[in-house]
């Protein structure tokens, strides 16, 4: 199975979900794989990619002979939009499916963590949400907690229904988190019926599609 960690946007926290994901999937008896296609803002060792793969190499020791290159196939040093950071380097979708394939062989579920959030552009034409279908990967659409999360929310639920990409979402609670309650939860309570909260029963619903 493969899990995309994506978000509403750039700093929602899906690295930390990330690697909350690995340690989840370990207690449940699952050898974990990760794969962040593409970070920007490298200067020397990617950041993010360099934390998933100790974090994993720890949980699944298959992939000690894997490198960060394996892990992180496309790094740039400008910290912005890969279709900009990248310069005149292109960015296929095949190495990245590639190098998927090799991980894939040494674990029993991949998460791939995004770039900041769906419409982040890859290309001139190709977009994140755009990589997450083409990698035929199941999404989960991290949010924030602050105030302008529901707006940010339904519009990204919205474009990955619009594509039909298979997807749950999970608030991260971490920023208002005294006002969270009083200011957005009523609306996300009413209007989805519940706010997942819990990871652990986020990841859940991937693993056994049929519980509530």
């Not at 994993?56 to 400008?78: A, G, M, T």
Request: glycine content about 8%; overall charge neutral.
């Amino acid at each position: 199975m493969r899990i995309f960690v994506t978000a509403t946007n750039t700093g929602v926290g899906k690295t930390h979900t990330t690697l909350q994901l690995l340690d989840i999937a370990s207690k449940a008896g699952l050898r974990p794989g990760v794969i962040k296609p593409i970070e920007t803002g490298v200067l020397g060792s990617p950041v993010d990619g360099s934390k998933l793969f100790a974090k994993c190499q720890e949980l699944n020791p298959s992939l000690k002979p894997l490198s960060l290159e394996d892990i992180v196939p496309y790094q740039f040093r400008l910290p912005a939009a890969p279709y900009v950071a990248k310069g005149d380097t292109p960015i296929k979708i095949e190495k990245i499916q590639k190098k998927i394939a090799k991980i894939e062989k040494l674990c029993d579920i991949l998460f791939i963590e995004g770039a900041g959030g769906l419409m982040v552009p890859i290309g001139k034409d190709l977009f994140m949400i755009d990589l997450i279908e083409s990698l035929g990967a199941k999404a989960l659409l991290v949010t924030p907690s602050r105030l302008g999360c529901i707006n940010d929310t339904l519009l990204s639920l919205q474009a990955l229904e619009h594509k039909n990409i298979p997807h749950h979402w999970y608030l991260n609670l971490y920023e208002d988190r005294d006002s969270f309650f009083e200011v957005s939860y009523p609306f996300f309570k009413d209007y989805f019926g519940f706010v997942p909260l819990d990871l652990t029963s986020v990841f859940e619903r991937y693993i056994h599609p049929d519980v509530a």
